[in-house]
């Protein structure tokens, strides 16, 4: 996606964003702060939008979906606690911007998007031997891949499914958004016993993702 934004005038958004959104906000992680200020935003969004890219809200990308604003962007980075060489499966990659990142945090990323523009400008955007992308639904993640040692749900979701849970390594640590009627929060777990209980830390404004609905009367 196009920007008419200069590098200059991006870069110093991006300061912005660190000083104003992130740093003020639990988002303090050294590592999480360095990748966010050297990854350009606008290159994952609508043209029209550039000049908002960092601007702390949603940016619609169409086809129902949006990049999530900055702020849920980094909270779920530090609490997924990357470390370079890590193994991991990011759902609802749309145009990128969060598999740049996880490159940038040194991790081997298999990023999956099943709106086929999205994934088209994901590719176009980002040449990184890092990032392997993945064509396909998202609730069914990357299985021929599997196990990871982190997954990210990139979006809110009424329900995690067993087959996306499955693809978690024992130990693993996953991190999403669950919808819960009108509140959204942050939540995060880690796989023990082969199971993952998740729990809250953060009430946040999230973009929904599809194909996470939870069957009539089901409880999270």
């Known amino acids: 996606m196009a920007t008419k934004l200069s590098e200059v005038t991006a870069a110093d958004m991006r300061a912005a964003m660190i000083d104003s959104q992130l740093r003020t906000n639990d988002v303090i992680d050294p590592a999480v702060v360095a ?11 609508p043209a029209e939008f550039a000049s908002v890219a960092y601007m702390d809200r949603a940016i619609a990308l169409g086809h129902g979906r949006a990049l999530n604003a900055p702020l849920v962007t980094g909270r779920l980075l530090v609490a997924a606690d990357i470390r370079p060489g890590a193994r991991v499966l990011l759902v609802g990659a749309a145009t990128g911007y969060t598999a740049a990142l996880l490159a940038a945090l040194g991790a081997e990323v298999h990023a999956v998007e099943e709106q086929a523009e999205l994934a088209a ?3 176009a955007t980002l040449n990184n031997d890092a990032i392997h992308w993945v064509e396909g639904p998202l609730n069914a993640g990357a299985p021929g891949a599997a196990p990871f040692d982190r997954i990210i749900v990139e979006g809110a979701i009424e329900t995690l499914p067993d087959a996306l849970a499955a693809q978690l390594a024992e130990g693993g640590h996953i991190v999403a958004a669950r919808r819960d009627g009108a509140v959204t929060r942050l939540v995060q777990g880690v796989k023990t016993g082969g199971a993952v209980a998740l729990r809250s830390f953060a009430d946040m404004d999230v973009a929904p993702l599809p194909g996470f609905a939870a069957p009539a009367g089901f409880r999270f």
């Open 35 to 45: 990748a966010m200020a050297a990854t350009p935003r606008e290159p994952h969004v």
């Open 121 to 123: 400008i994901a590719r």
